[in-house]
């Protein structure tokens, strides 16, 4: 491993408002990652699913849900601490336990909308790691028009009925707590929306289908999901409220996109300090691959992208922090990292040459994982088309 992956700081320089405590966690976070995950990530690569022992484990010592408050069973933490785990997570090349998925975006539903009851019934358990979460929100027939989803959630007394299928669901074999997105209101599209909290050893009615065979990220698993009359009490409707799941969606992605730009802009740091580091010792027609005039404008390329990178992403983490970051930034920051990754990392395949085709060496399997990412969190299209949009009311605005 390069020293750049190992140097006791953030992935690269920064002007985020770390503290002391924040570098001890990180340094507990690297061991973790380094000693327990990914020494194992081919084990569970074959098998497509990261033990439960790992979450445990990772409850232990405290690496999920860190935001979440203490009376919850969080650390009451701020966001820089969710940032460092993904950061040492990626910069070991760990894709499993999708620790983020769990802690960032699933858990802020409950806490954020949750009712009382609700928070303390799961938070407590996602915390420790008994209990794992994900979110079904695509289904076969769309994944980025959220309003078109044909699974339906219908009141029948105390209890709530909910039928249909849905897909690409990560943590979907592991998971016990499964937020559902269902419409309550078929005709009524956004305003139609609701959001369940189904607990998978209690639904009957419900099954998971098979563990999807992806081009990458092995370890990790991704299921389908089905529904068949399947009960869950209407105390699990989340926020107790009918209509409301589609305005906590859309503002759930804001961070969602925020969090995946963090992995992605981390990679493009791990797949640079990889390929300088090869390019140093690999040596053709007489010289280093590093002193090639191509090597060199490459690299330069990336490093001046990785360093816009840096300075957009930072940007939005602090207005993130200040309350204000705004959609269209986060999309933007989202498109933008995510086709830079793939852009950057494929050419550090090239520069590896026949080696960057061979699974063994870690850029390859960095460009068979990473290329998901440009796909979920919402498809750059829907970014741009995210952007488009606001630029236009902003132009209709300035008359």
């Known amino acids: 491993m390069s020293p750049a992956e190992t140097a006791d700081a953030p992935i690269a320089p920064s002007d985020l408002p770390y503290t002391e405590a924040h570098s001890i966690f990180r340094a507990s976070a690297r061991r973790f990652f380094e000693t327990e995950c990914a020494p194992h990530q081919e084990a569970w690569g074959k098998a497509k699913l990261a033990p439960r022992s790992i979450w445990a484990r990772a409850g232990e010592m405290g690496f999920l849900c860190p935001?979440?408050?203490?009376?919850?069973?969080?650390?009451?933490?701020?966001?820089?601490f969710s940032v460092i785990l993904i950061e040492e997570q990626v910069r070991t090349g760990a894709i499993a336990p999708m620790m983020s998925l769990h802690s960032d975006i699933v858990a802020p539903y409950i806490t954020n909308y949750g009712t009382e009851d609700q928070k303390r019934r799961y938070l407590p358990g996602m915390a420790s790691g008994q209990t794992i979460a994900?979110?079904?929100?695509?289904?076969?027939?769309?994944?980025?028009?959220?309003?078109?989803?044909?699974?339906?959630?219908?009141?029948?007394?105390?209890?709530?009925?909910?039928?249909?299928?849905?897909?690409?669901?990560?943590?979907?074999?592991?998971?016990?707590?499964?937020?559902?997105?269902?419409?309550?209101?078929?005709?009524?599209?956004?305003?139609?929306?609701?959001l369940f909290l189904v607990e998978a050893d209690k639904a009957e009615g419900f099954a998971r289908g098979r563990n999807l065979d992806k081009l990458g990220q092995h370890a990790s698993d991704t299921a389908e999901l089905f529904f068949e009359d399947v009960r869950v009490p209407a105390a699990n409707l989340l926020g107790g409220e009918e209509g409301r799941g589609f305005a906590q969606l859309m503002d759930r992605l804001v961070e969602e996109r925020l969090m995946a730009s963090v992995a992605s802009v981390a990679m493009i740091d791990r797949a640079l300090a990889i390929t300088i580091d090869y390019v140093k010792g690999r040596k053709a027609f007489g010289q280093?691959?590093?002193?090639?005039?191509?090597?060199?404008?490459?690299?330069?390329?990336?490093?001046?992208?990785?360093?816009?990178?840096?300075?957009?992403?930072e940007r939005c983490l602090m207005e993130f922090m200040d309350g204000g970051l705004d959609p269209a930034a986060a999309a933007a920051l989202k498109y933008w990292a995510t086709d830079q990754q793939c852009a950057i990392i494929d050419d550090c395949v090239q520069l590896h040459g026949g080696y960057g085709y061979i699974l063994d060496y870690p850029i390859a399997q960095m460009w068979v994982d990473g290329r998901i990412t440009r796909i979920y969190a919402g498809a750059n299209e829907i970014m741009k088309d995210i952007i488009g949009r606001a630029v236009s009311a902003e132009a209709t605005r300035d008359g």
Do not use: W
């Open 67 to 80: 935001r979440v408050p203490p009376e919850y069973g969080g650390a009451g933490a701020d966001i820089l």
């Open 134 to 194: 994900a979110i079904a929100m695509t289904e076969p027939s769309g994944g980025s028009d959220l309003q078109s989803m044909r699974t339906t959630a219908r009141r029948d007394g105390d209890d709530y009925i909910i039928n249909g299928q849905k897909t690409f669901i990560s943590n979907g074999i592991c998971a016990d707590l499964i937020i559902v997105a269902a419409k309550t209101d078929p005709d009524a599209r956004a305003r139609g929306i609701s």
């Open 288 to 313: 280093r691959i590093l002193d090639f005039q191509n090597t060199r404008f490459k690299l330069a390329e990336a490093k001046t992208e990785a360093t816009v990178l840096h300075i957009f992403l």
